[in-house]
């Protein structure tokens, strides 16, 4: 019976399996990058009690504008020549931040690739950061 109506119903049973699979790609992708994610309450729970440390990975000017405490600035674009500076934070959690998370994770992917293992992101970075009342440096 389901075999008819697939065969009368060509078409539409290809969109709804594309769309099916669609939606579970995209489901798993989200659940992937959402395990590296974490919020600023986190961050700082992590900070206090695990010694971890927050990458920035902003540009120099938006460093600059307004940054999280005791933050390091490692522009994303130096990330791979800052590689051997990092490697002194290889037994720390690290915590980068960066308003968009796209670029967050990718910056996760080419650190993983230094040896450093524990690295997350806050989620929205310096947005959520500043949402929350948290304190920072500002010029």
Request: net charge positive; charged share 20%.
């Amino acid at each position: 019976m389901l075999y008819n109506f697939i065969i009368k119903n060509l078409t539409l049973s290809v969109i709804l399996l594309t769309s099916i699979t669609i939606l579970i790609i995209f489901e798993l992708n989200e659940f992937i990058q959402s395990k590296n994610s974490i919020n600023p309450e986190k961050a700082i729970d992590l900070i206090n009690h695990q010694n971890a440390i927050i990458i920035d990975i902003r540009n120099e000017n938006e460093f600059k504008q307004c940054h999280v405490i005791n933050s390091v600035n490692i522009p994303y674009n130096k990330l791979i020549t800052y590689k051997n500076i990092l490697k002194k934070y290889k037994k720390k959690i690290i915590i980068i931040m960066h308003n968009k998370n796209n670029l967050a994770q990718k910056a996760i992917k080419q650190l993983k690739n230094n040896e450093l293992n524990e690295i997350l992101y806050i989620n929205d970075g310096i947005n959520a950061w500043n949402k929350n009342n948290l304190p920072t440096n500002k010029k």
